[in-house]
């Protein structure tokens, strides 16, 4: 008996679609990426995946529009990394002098920041392939939220690698964003503890 596959890397080349037929493929208009050549398609995520993602998009969009530094998208938005792999993160950033290459429906190239909020479909894609590419094809930094396990991780861009980026006293800064970070309780506050607002956040990063 065969092997099974450990990873979408083993994936038979006549078992891949392209980046273009992915971008044209009708189901790819729905939260999906390309990995290695196959189409993957999102479950419906649970009410903490995206309480998670909206407290973290909406914290994010404040610090960059407030110092005009990109566009902070959606989780609808595709990226183009190669011939196969599109992908679209939960939450990207995009610095302000590359908004110009972005084209109509897809944008040629990875975003400067992917943040992936794990699912239990997504993890394997999530930590493995999505992780390698990501680092492969020129993300800056990787931020990977695990609301069933309540951790963050954040990675750098160290010549073709996503390298983790150590926690100081717990929480979790960006290099990319200098003066933005995470703390573990604003995304996982405990049972009887409510999470704080956007803004109060915004407020103690000094964002407002």
Partial sequence: MA???????ETPSKARMSADEY?????SAHKSDLIEGVFVMA??????????QSFIS???????????????????AAFRLS???????????????RLHLAED???????????EIVSPSSRQYDEVEKRINYGRYG????????????????FSQAEGELLPIPAEQGVYHSRLLKGFYLRPEWLFPGED???PSVLAAAREIGIL
């Fill in 3 to 9: 092997n099974a596959m450990r990873t979408l890397f």
């Fill in 83 to 97: 011939e196969e792999n599109a992908f679209q993160p939960d939450i990207s950033f995009i610095r302000t002098e």
């Fill in 23 to 27: 971008i044209d493929f009708p189901l």
């Fill in 43 to 52: 479950s419906p995520a649970s009410y903490r995946h995206e309480a998670t």
């Fill in 58 to 76: 909406a914290l994010l969009t404040l610090f960059v529009d407030l110092r005009t530094l990109g566009q902070v998208l959606g989780a609808n």
């Fill in 193 to 195: 503890t409510p999470r």
């Fill in 139 to 154: 993300v800056r930094e990787y931020w990977l939220i695990d609301p069933i396990y309540e951790t963050i991780r954040f």
């Fill in 105 to 115: 429906i897809y944008f040629p190239g990875p975003p400067d920041l992917a943040v």
